[in-house]
């Protein structure tokens, strides 16, 4: 049985995995490159292959329909909306996922991104290599609102960090929230209109569905408060990233922290990665060592359990 693994990850993180995978009878082919794999690249190596291991590699329906042995896909994270699921579906292709191998690093990323905007520390730091001494002021995390919409494993952790804080937590999220996990934490369930008009920090934890594109749009921003942060960590087509520019660059919003994009990366120059009140980090949210471990492990399980 042959095994392709596209992210780099394991060739750091996941060297027993692979050893453990090869001696269950895989033939293992792991990306070693330092660099992604191109969409061809991926295919030639794809095209006997009986299981994958992905990232956030584009894997649709040509990509499946030249895969006739695919049996399994791994996704290496959470979200799946590179997949044509709707398409594996239909060739009995089985689709997993590695659901809380990365809520820890991702809700520690969200922290920091808090920590960062209101601190000032990004310009700061910036102004002090240039040799300025300029002393901003910035602004204490306890005591404000932090607005969580997608309230699965990473909000749930998220809320944790921010109570801890001394943050009051607004929670709402697209499927209903069961009493019994609400009771667990001081969090407080909200309407997504009164997240808006409250929250000082709103944190994105949602998958990119049909009902989730583009429900940040320009009447969301005209909701908000002028000094509120937008941060996401989820997935760029949650954003309507025009109308983002615009709640910037006009003061509907004071800031926004991303680590994810509609494309990626993003073309050189981009308006709205150019503004000093925009920060943009590169889809890193889950790349702990810790995380990579996790990740690495559990999908390597998921692949050997489909074949038992």
Not at 83 to 89: A, R, V, W, Y
Not at 254 to 268: G, I, L, W
Request: some cysteine; glycine content about 8%.
């Amino acid at each position: 049985m042959k095994l392709v693994i596209t992210p780099r990850g394991f060739s750091s993180y996941g060297l027993e995995e692979i050893v453990v995978l090869e001696k269950s009878g895989f033939t293992v082919d792991y990306n070693d490159t330092g660099r992604a794999y191109s969409k061809e690249e991926l295919l030639k190596k794809s095209q006997d292959a009986d299981a994958l291991i992905v990232g956030v590699d584009d894997i649709d329906r040509s990509f499946l329909e030249a895969c006739p042995r695919l049996q399994i896909i791994c996704k290496f994270g959470v979200g799946i909306d590179n997949i044509d699921t709707d398409f594996c579906k239909e060739k009995g292709i089985v689709v997993e996922r590695t659901l809380g191998t990365n809520t820890n690093a991702v809700a520690e990323h969200v922290a920091a991104l808090m920590f960062l905007d209101a601190k000032n520390l990004y310009r700061n730091i910036a102004e002090v290599k240039d040799g300025f001494w300029n002393k901003p002021t910035g602004y204490e995390i306890s005591g404000k609102v932090l607005g969580i919409v997608g309230y699965g494993a990473i909000g749930k952790r998220l809320a944790e960090i921010a109570l801890s804080l001394g943050m009051k937590v607004l929670v709402q999220d697209i499927l209903p929230i069961k009493e019994n996990e609400l009771k667990k934490s001081a969090v407080n369930e909200a309407s997504f209109e009164e997240i808006l008009l409250h929250a000082d920090y709103l944190s994105l934890h949602l998958p990119l569905v049909d009902e989730t594109k583009n429900m940040f749009s320009q009447t969301a921003f005209e909701k908000m408060k002028k000094s509120a942060c937008l941060i996401n960590t989820a997935r760029g087509g949650i954003v309507d990233e025009e109308a983002l520019y615009e709640a910037l660059t006009q003061g509907k919003i004071r800031s926004a922290c991303f680590d994810v994009f509609s494309k990626e990366p993003p073309q050189c120059g981009d308006k709205l990665v150019t503004l000093d009140n925009f920060y943009l980090t590169s889809h890193i949210g889950a790349r702990t060592e810790e995380a990579e471990k996790r990740t690495c492990n559990l999908s390597a399980e998921k692949i050997i359990n489909h074949f038992q």
